[in-house]
C-alpha cells in the first residue's frame, strides 16, 4: 500500500468538534431548563405582580358601612327614678365611652389580645400569613390577629374563613389604622366584641357577669373579662374555671410587662368570681307589661323599629317603682291561691293633672300572659259609668237634689225593662242617693231626660273612646254600662273629676334621649277642659258618698278622703271599682278572661265591684298615699237647680201619742243607715261566652223584655 492513499484517509468527526470546541463555540441550554437568573426574573415578576394586586384589592376595598347588629345599641328603659326596668335590643349591648372605661379594663383587653397595639400597625404580618396558611390547608384560621383586624373582621365582614376575606380584614385594617385613632380603634372594639352570656360589649359583660357597670369593675375583674373574649362560650362555662383562671394568669402576667400593675398588687389579686347568671328575661313578670307598653307608645310618638331596637335610645317613663311593687302586692294579697288562672286583674294608676301612669298591674307573669289587663282588656263597665251620666246632667243644669224615679221594675220605651238590685223599690230619689246605692231605674230615667247623646258627649270628653260608645247609640242601656272601656281609660277618665274638669291624656313615656343623653322627645300632656270645675265638685262630692256609706265602704282609707263607683256587670261576669284621691285616680277590673261568670269562685258566691276589687283599691291606695299631704276635695258646688222628676211621698205628720220620729220616706242625700241591700235572682237569660276581650251587649232587644243586666252591689 503506498502512502498516498493513506492521505486520502479523512480524520473522524471529533476533530473538527474538537476544532470547534477549541474555537471558543458553547452547545445552547434548552429554554426549559431553569437557570438561576430564570428563577430571578420569575420572582421578581412575582413579586410585581403580587403587589399589584395587592396595590389594587387595597385601593377598590373600601371601609364599608358596619353591619347593623355590629353597631346597635340596646335602648334603655328607665322608671321615672331613674332606675333601669330593662333593656330593648336584638343584641345585648350598651355602648360606653372610652372614658368611661377605666384604664386597668382597657389594659387588661389589650394584655389579652394585643399588648403592641399602641406601637404596631393595623396587621400582624405573621398572624395574617398563618391565618391564610390555616385557610389554605383546611386547618385553624383564627388567633395571631390584631385589635384592628378583629374588630374589622366583626363590624365589617362575614364570619366565613376565606383567604379573600382574610384579605380583606388586612386592607379594611390598614386603613382604619391609618384614618383613625388608636383610642377611636379600640372604643370601638370594647363596645362590639362578644363575652359570653348574650353579652356584646364591656358594659353588657359587666353587668351579666359582676351585676355593676364596667366603671366600677376591678382589675381583676377586668382582667377575666379580658380572658372571656378568646373562647367566651367556652371560658364561661363554671366546669372550664381551671382554663379560664390559666388565661386570667396570662393576661395578669401581661398587664405586669405592660406596667399597668405591679407584682405586690398581683399578689393580692384572686381570680374574681362571677355572679349568678340571670335566669330572667326582661319581660319576665310585671316588666314585660311595662316594657311593651312603652314600646307601643315609642312608635305612636314615631320612633321606628330600628331606632327602638338599635340606636341606643334612653326612654325616661313615668312608672314609679314603689307603686308598682304595691300593685303587684295588692292584688296577690286579695286572690286566693287556689282561683282559676282565667280570672284575671287589671290595675291602673294615673296622675290626674297630667295623665301620667303610675302603676300598672297587667297580669301576673307578661311571658305566660301576654295579654295587658291594664292597657288592652275591655270589660262591660257596668255602673261605673254613672259617673259621666250625672256629669252630663249637672251639666245641663239639673242639681243633685234633684228626685227620679228609682221605683222597681220599670219598663222604658221600646219595652226595655229595668230592676234595681234585689228588685228594691227606692221611689223618689235624689242624685246623690241614686249614685250612692248605685239605683238602675233612677239612672236610666236620668239618662233618657237628660239625652243619651248628651251622656256620650260628656263620656268622650272623659276620654271614653267615640268608637266604645257609637254602637250603643241611642240605647238607654248606656246608663248602665254596656260599653266595653279598659281599666286605663277609666283611671284617666275618673282622674277628670279629681282635676277639676280638666282631662289629661294617659301616657307612660315622660321623654326620650339618645345615646349621648341628647333630647329627643319631651312628653307634654295633652289635656283640655272636659267639664267644669263645679260639675266635677258635685260629681266628687255623689262619688264620696259612695265610698263613706254606700257600695264600697271597702275602700275607705284611713287618713283622707276619697271617692269612687263600683260596677258589677251582668250575670257577674265583670267587677269593677274606680276611685281617687286629688293625688291619684286608680282602676281596678276583674273579669273572667273567657268572658264567663266570676260566680262560684272559692271564698266567694259572687263577686261585686265593692269586694275584692275595692279591697285591692283600699290596699294599693292605702300604701300610694302613705307620706302624701292629706289634701281635701272642693266643696260641694251645688250647680244645676233641683228637678222634681218624681214627686217626693209626703212624710206623715206625727200624732202626740208618737215619740219617736218617724225616718222619712226619701231620705236626704246624706243619710245613710239604710243596710245595703243584697242581691236578688233575676230571670234567666241564654248563657253566653262573647269570648277575650270582652265586647259584649248584655241590654236585651226591645222584644225579649228581660232585665238588661245585674245592678252594682
Do not use: C
Amino acid at each position: 500500500m503506498s502512502t498516498s492513499s493513506h492521505r486520502r484517509v479523512r480524520a473522524p468527526d471529533d476533530t473538527r468538534s474538537g476544532r470547534r470546541a477549541a474555537s471558543g463555540e458553547k452547545r445552547r441550554r434548552p429554554w426549559y431548563v431553569p437557570t438561576f437568573r430564570r428563577v430571578l426574573w420569575v420572582f421578581g415578576l412575582g413579586l410585581l405582580a403580587g403587589g399589584a394586586l395587592v396595590g389594587v384589592g387595597y385601593a377598590v376595598t373600601p371601609i364599608p358601612a358596619a353591619h347593623d347588629v355590629a353597631v346597635s345599641e340596646a335602648t334603655m328603659v328607665y322608671y321615672g327614678n331613674g332606675k333601669p326596668i330593662g333593656k330593648l335590643a336584638e343584641e345585648n349591648r350598651v355602648a360606653v365611652p372610652l372614658n368611661k372605661v377605666p384604664k386597668h379594663v382597657q389594659m387588661a383587653v389589650l394584655a389579652a389580645e394585643n399588648r403592641d397595639f399602641y406601637t404596631e400597625p393595623g396587621v400582624s404580618p405573621r398572624g395574617l400569613a398563618r391565618a391564610i396558611w390555616g385557610v389554605a390547608t383546611g386547618g385553624y384560621a383564627g388567633g395571631g390577629s390584631t385589635i384592628t383586624q378583629q374588630y374589622s373582621k366583626v363590624a365589617f365582614l362575614s364570619p366565613e374563613q376565606t383567604i379573600s376575606r382574610k384579605l380583606k380584614e388586612m386592607f379594611i385594617a390598614i386603613k382604619l389604622d391609618r384614618q383613625r385613632s388608636k383610642d377611636w380603634i379600640l372604643e370601638q372594639y370594647l363596645n362590639t366584641i362578644y363575652f359570653g352570656r348574650g353579652a356584646y360589649g364591656i358594659q353588657a359583660a359587666a353587668d351579666a357577669y359582676f351585676h355593676k357597670p364596667v366603671g366600677k369593675l376591678t382589675p381583676s375583674q377586668g382582667a377575666m373579662l379580658a380572658s372571656l373574649i378568646q373562647l367566651p362560650e367556652y371560658y364561661s362555662l363554671p366546669e372550664n374555671r381551671g382554663e379560664l383562671v390559666q388565661r386570667w394568669r396570662y393576661v395578669i402576667d401581661g398587664m405586669v410587662k405592660m406596667g399597668q400593675v405591679s407584682p405586690e398588687q398581683v399578689a393580692r389579686m384572686r381570680p374574681a368570681e362571677f355572679r349568678k347568671e340571670r335566669a330572667d328575661n326582661a319581660f319576665a313578670g310585671q316588666r314585660g307589661y311595662l316594657m311593651r307598653r312603652t314600646i307601643t307608645e315609642l312608635q305612636q310618638l314615631g320612633f321606628s323599629e330600628d331606632m327602638i331596637y338599635r340606636r341606643g335610645l334612653r326612654v325616661h317613663t313615668t312608672f314609679d317603682p314603689r307603686l308598682q311593687m304595691y300593685a303587684r302586692q295588692a292584688v296577690e294579697e286579695a286572690r286566693p291561691e287556689d282561683w282559676p288562672a282565667k280570672v284575671q286583674t287589671g290595675l291602673v294608676a294615673v296622675e290626674p293633672r297630667t295623665g301620667e301612669v303610675l302603676a300598672e298591674y297587667g297580669g301576673r307573669n307578661y311571658l305566660k300572659h301576654q295579654y295587658d289587663n291594664a292597657f288592652m282588656a275591655a270589660p262591660q263597665a257596668g255602673s261605673a259609668f254613672k259617673p259621666y251620666v250625672l256629669a252630663a246632667a249637672l251639666e245641663d243644669g239639673i242639681g243633685l237634689d234633684s228626685m227620679v224615679d228609682g221605683s222597681s221594675p220599670q219598663t222604658f220605651k221600646g219595652g226595655y225593662r229595668v230592676s234595681n238590685d234585689g228588685n228594691v223599690n227606692y221611689g223618689p230619689i235624689t242624685l246623690t242617693r241614686a249614685t250612692q246605692k248605685s239605683v238602675n231605674t233612677a239612672y236610666v230615667n236620668l239618662a233618657m231626660k237628660v239625652g243619651l247623646s248628651k251622656v256620650m258627649e260628656t263620656a268622650e270628653e272623659a276620654g271614653i273612646p267615640a268608637e266604645t260608645l257609637e254602637p250603643h247609640a241611642g240605647r238607654a242601656g248606656m246608663a248602665l254600662g254596656i260599653a266595653s272601656v279598659r281599666p286605663v281609660e277609666q283611671a284617666a277618665g275618673f282622674a277628670t273629676f279629681a282635676s277639676g274638669g280638666m282631662y289629661a291624656e294617659p301616657h307612660v313615656v315622660r321623654r326620650v334621649e339618645d345615646s349621648d343623653g341628647n333630647l329627643q322627645k319631651q312628653v307634654t300632656p295633652q289635656t283640655h277642659r272636659a267639664f267644669s270645675a263645679d260639675v266635677a265638685a258635685d260629681t266628687t262630692y255623689a262619688m264620696q258618698q259612695v265610698v263613706r256609706g254606700g257600695t264600697a265602704t271597702a275602700a275607705r282609707l284611713s287618713d283622707r278622703p276619697a271617692a269612687g263607683k263600683t260596677g258589677t256587670t251582668d250575670k257577674n261576669k265583670a267587677a269593677w271599682f274606680v276611685g281617687f284621691t286629688p293625688q291619684i285616680s286608680t282602676a281596678v277590673a276583674m273579669f273572667h278572661q273567657d268572658g264567663k261568670s266570676l260566680i262560684g269562685l272559692p271564698g266567694y258566691s259572687e263577686i261585686y265591684g265593692g269586694t275584692v276589687p275595692a279591697s285591692i283599691w283600699n290596699a294599693f291606695m292605702e300604701r300610694a298615699m302613705a307620706n302624701k299631704p292629706v289634701e281635701q276635695f272642693p266643696q260641694r258646688a251645688d250647680v244645676g237647680i233641683t228637678q222634681l222628676y218624681a214627686t217626693p211621698t209626703p212624710t206623715a205628720t206625727p200624732t202626740p201619742s208618737v215619740t219617736a220620729t218617724p225616718k222619712p220616706t226619701i231620705p236626704g242625700p246624706e243619710w245613710s243607715e239604710e243596710p245595703w241591700p243584697g242581691y236578688s235572682e233575676e230571670p234567666e237569660e241564654p248563657e253566653e261566652d262573647p269570648g277575650f276581650p270582652f265586647g259584649t251587649d248584655d241590654e236585651p232587644t226591645e222584644e225579649s223584655n228581660t232585665v238588661p243586666r245585674r245592678s252594682d252591689e
